[in-house]
């Protein structure tokens, strides 16, 4: 959770071969909005300013041979040496680095300035490794360059921040924040095609909406992503309502799920009793 006490807004410097790819990003929408209200800051900073030489080329052959150019280290070193202000993290974009995940995300929405170094090309020298203090990879796939990837991190952080986006409760509710992927919504016209939106959403009972969007939360993840169910903070409910999906109990142990609650069984109500036969007995003055 972050805490809404930064007095200052998050600063990005981003580091780039082509800083005109991610100009525009940093102006429109939510985030250009950001800026404007002094909630978010960026700097665009193009290495080939610090290639050291006339043709403004960053890069070389690599040593041992092989195809592509690698970027030098030297122009990395220079172009973090320039930034006006040290940030707080070095974050250099790479196949080879760690998974950025929400955690991370979250982690990182809690600095003040954060240097994100974009590659192309065969990649960077190693050595420049030593110069950042972390690695991240957006996923496990390969792109031409970093850019799209320092994009994908802006604007998770970059949201996180108290005021970026309209309601916070939007993004503490969204997928991988609460730990399970996000419930199903729905909006107008009520029937498209043959499908209508569940009753439950239209029925003002707002405790049996939390628990309708909970499971179907849980239904989500559990067919998609079953691997986020051991970290989601599951409670009693939700292992009711997982075992209604068909889990059974000895999953529910391996994914660290609590004891669904007991089943309230409904007491048998006892038939009332016949109404007693009532015989008046005779007087002592014998048959009336």
């Not at 809404?4 to 102006?27: I, M, V």
């Not at 309209?166 to 503490?172: I, K, M, P």
């Not at 009972?205 to 903070?233: F, K, Q």
């Not at 994914?255 to 089943?263: R, S, T």
Request: proline share 8%.
């Amino acid at each position: 959770m972050i805490d809404g006490a930064h007095t200052g807004p998050l600063h990005f410097s981003l580091l780039t071969l082509f800083p005109e790819l991610l100009r525009p990003f940093t102006q429109e929408a939510l985030l250009g909005r950001a800026v404007t209200a002094g909630l978010l800051k960026f700097d665009l900073h193009d290495l080939r300013e610090h290639a050291g030489n006339r043709w403004r080329k960053v890069d070389d052959s690599p040593y041992g041979g092989g195809a592509g150019m690698v970027i030098r280290v030297d122009v990395v070193e220079r172009a973090l040496a320039a930034l006006p202000v040290q940030p707080d993290e070095i974050i250099l974009l790479t196949p080879a680095g760690k998974k950025f995940d929400q955690k991370m995300a979250e982690e990182l929405a809690e600095k003040n300035h954060l240097a994100l170094v974009c590659g192309r090309y065969e990649g960077f020298d190693a050595r420049v490794e030593s110069l950042v203090t972390r690695e991240v990879s957006v996923g496990d796939y390969v792109m031409m360059g970093g850019e799209a990837a320092a994009a994908c991190i802006v604007e998770a952080v970059a949201r996180l921040r108290p005021g970026v986006i309209g309601d916070e409760r939007s993004w503490q509710d969204d997928s991988y924040s609460s730990g399970l992927l996000d419930y199903p919504e729905y909006t107008r016209p009520a029937q498209w095609q043959g499908q209508g939106v569940p009753e439950v959403l239209q029925g003002g009972n707002h405790a049996a909406i939390t628990r309708w969007r909970r499971d179907r939360a849980l239904e989500r993840t559990l067919s998609r992503r079953p691997d986020l169910l051991p970290s989601a903070g599951l409670t009693p409910h939700d292992s009711a309502a997982l075992v209604d999906l068909g889990v059974d109990f000895g999953k529910l142990a391996a994914l660290g799920a609590p004891p669904p609650p007991p089943v309230k069984t409904k007491r048998r109500k006892r038939k009332p009793s016949e109404p007693a036969l009532t015989i008046q007995a005779p007087t002592d003055g014998g048959e009336q």
